[in-house]
């Protein structure tokens, strides 16, 4: 009978021991508990230490994979980015080329049908012909020796200078000396609508400092700064007709003749920063 008691005394310490340690204060055992863990964890350090080392060796920590997922993504989003703004520069390319054909379209003086033709600059002349363009238009686009070219509508830059070949052409601007003289009449500011016999008539040549030189009988003096100056030439084809040579710049005495006014005009555009053009070619019937 004792020998079967035991075991149930034994028990019955173990559960008064435990409801002991569960009711007690917990400072009267967190001396005692702290020193009792560890005891209990240090045969067990060793081995932790030799897997983190093994997970370390396995894995190094520059590799993890939330780093390397992270570099991804910036990645990602750094060449996300550079394709949004290129496409953001091609569809303000686009919206400019659309709004040069319908202005082009808008501002067709000349009476015949023109086909407004975006055309690229890809070169530059050299020696005596640097200021010539090489557009990349040409025969199978429709272009023609002589068809004028133009910016932002009806702003001359020039006209495609000999017979283009199959894919280009060249473009002589008006600054350029193969342009010659020029016809042109001259409107006031005020009134950019007015047409040639409402203006003044002038002949102006290409001169230094890119500008556009010319006389006029001296008693026109309607001649201001900031007049509009526009072609009105039978040299050149209809379709550039009325088109925006310039702006009065100077107005002066001639020189040469007293009795004559000197006008400079500044070109409504530098060839040289043209990155594209509008050919007026006319429509194919």
Not at 139 to 157: F, K, M, N, T
Request: net charge positive; glycine share 10%; charged share 25%.
């Amino acid at each position: 009978m004792r020998a079967g008691q035991a075991p149930g005394r034994a028990f019955l310490v173990v559960v008064l021991a435990t409801a002991a340690v569960a009711i007690a204060p917990a400072r009267w055992l967190r001396p005692w508990t702290t020193d009792l863990s560890g005891l209990i964890w240090v045969p067990l350090r060793p081995p932790a230490h030799l897997l983190t080392a093994l997970r370390h060796w396995l894995r190094p920590v520059g590799e993890d994979s939330s780093t390397r997922d992270m570099q991804l993504l910036v990645e990602d989003r750094d060449r996300f980015r550079a394709l949004w703004h290129s496409e953001q520069l091609r569809a303000e390319e686009l919206q400019q080329r659309l709004a040069q054909i319908d202005r082009t379209n808008r501002m067709n003086r000349g009476g015949v049908p023109v086909e407004p033709l975006i055309a690229s600059v890809t070169g530059r002349g050299t020696g005596t012909s640097e200021r010539f363009l090489s557009l990349a238009a040409g025969s199978r686009d429709g272009v023609r020796e002589g068809d004028p070219a133009v910016i932002g509508g009806d702003v001359l830059v020039g006209r495609v200078l000999g017979a283009p070949t199959d894919v280009s052409c060249w473009l002589a601007p008006i600054v350029d000396s193969s342009a010659g003289r020029l016809d042109v009449y001259i409107t006031s500011a005020d009134r950019p609508e007015a047409g040639p016999s409402e203006g003044v008539k002038a002949q102006i040549r290409p001169g230094s400092r890119g500008l556009l030189v010319g006389e006029v009988d001296g008693s026109a003096t309607r001649i201001s700064e900031g007049d509009i100056v526009r072609l009105w030439d039978a040299t050149w084809k209809p379709a550039a007709q009325g088109m925006r040579v310039g702006v009065v710049r100077r107005v002066g005495r001639s020189d040469r003749s007293p009795l004559r006014t000197q006008v400079e005009v500044e070109c409504g555009v530098d060839p040289s920063r043209l990155r594209q053009v509008t050919l007026k070619v006319e429509a194919s019937q």
